[in-house]
């Protein structure tokens, strides 16, 4: 017995050992991924240019436009934050610069067919998409993001470390306030004698940037008439959103279009039109913020109906692909964008280990390059391990 009893402790010691040895390995892993995924994003060349190369070139270029293009880039950069790469704060810095650098007023600029106006902007220079022309939609998509970065900014402490870091951020605030914020929503009374259209438009994934912008701004603004606003547009949003989604099968089926828009100033439309998958990231997006938040409105069972809807509707296992729509069904004029999940649905790998798993395998295939999504589906990837 007493040679039986050593040996257990000894096991059992052992079995000790290799478990920390274990853990230390695993986090050790992490780390290095961190740097690992923070290295690709720079150096890892496509077409003789990197990840960081071509957001640098669009953050240049004065296209609004090319802006919608760098919300993967802000929202990489914000999913990696929690990496504490001081490097992440600096590149996100960057593209913000050289973002508004690029606005000029709205009555100086050159070609602009649009609001010719006080407030500083850019205009569209594809000609295929709304061109010379200034575009709320094209602004909000990557301003979602940017104006999260700002908060983070602020609950990391960055902020107050120094003087040039709190001049630096209160320019920028300041900038969003006064020339996307209110901007649009004197644009929108002067268009429609609505304040909030342009913020709520005709579709639920149009409506999810503003109502992210107003969550995170009025979160950092000092001013009382804009947290007034902000508050009003994501409650408008929030009730147009929960009038869309429809339980089925403990999942969540919806339609980009509102379905009901009485009491709000968003726009009705008579033909329905269900959520496409690609789109679809940005309502996801905005839930899950919402909830991160501690919006009362969206609660766990919603991300779990999100996750539902991923594993139960939208997955083909037999595949390894995403189908397009959020009912399960194809779309013959934009097929396989259903592939396109970086930047709403696979932040529900942080929530359900089942999808986790089905978003790793779908990582093994060559259609997360889609979009050039892989850094983002990388770094979303990287956080649910880490925070989760």
Known sequence: MKVNRKNKVIILMLILTLGCCKIYGQNKDLNKSS?????????????????????????????????????????????????????????????????????????????????????????????????????????????????????????????????????????????????????????????????????????????????????????????????????????????????????????YIWHSTYDDVTGTDAQGVNKPIIQDVSHGNHVVAYIIAAYEFGNTNWTKNDIQKLSNTLKNIIYNKQKNIFNDNVDGTSDSTRPGWGNFIADGWAKLAGYDMDVRKILMEFGKTDKIDKYYQNMQYEATMFKSIRTK
Not at 77 to 88: A, F, R
Not at 110 to 121: A, E, L, Q, S, V
Not at 215 to 241: A, C, F, H, P, S
Request: glycine share 4%.
């Open 35 to 251: 740097v690992s995924i923070l290295k690709s994003y720079t150096e890892k060349k496509t077409n003789n240019r990197t990840n960081w190369d071509l957001a640098v070139q669009r953050s240049k270029s004065g296209d609004a436009y090319q802006f919608m293009a760098l919300r993967r880039d802000f929202g990489f950069i914000n999913e990696m934050i929690y990496s504490n790469d001081l490097t992440v704060i600096e590149k996100g810095i960057t593209l913000i610069d050289n973002i508004i650098t690029t606005s000029k007023i709205s009555s100086t600029i050159k070609h602009n067919k649009t609001n010719k106006d006080r407030f500083k902007g850019w205009i569209s220079q594809n000609k295929d998409r709304e061109y010379h022309k200034e575009v709320a939609l094209y602004e909000s998509y990557s301003f979602f993001y940017i104006t999260q970065f700002l908060y983070l900014l602020k609950d990391k402490g960055w902020v107050n470390e120094s003087q040039n870091n709190l001049k630096w951020w209160r320019e920028t605030r300041d900038f969003v306030e006064e020339n996307v914020w209110c901007k649009w929503k004197e644009r929108s009374i002067a268009l429609k004698d609505k304040e909030y259209w342009y913020f709520l438009r005709q579709r639920v994934h149009m409506g999810s940037h503003w109502a992210g912008i107003a969550m995170y701004l009025r979160e950092i603004t000092e001013d009382k008439e804009i947290k007034r606003q902000t508050k009003e547009v994501q409650n408008q949003y929030d009730i147009l959103l929960k009038r869309n989604l429809k339980t089925v099968n403990n999942t």
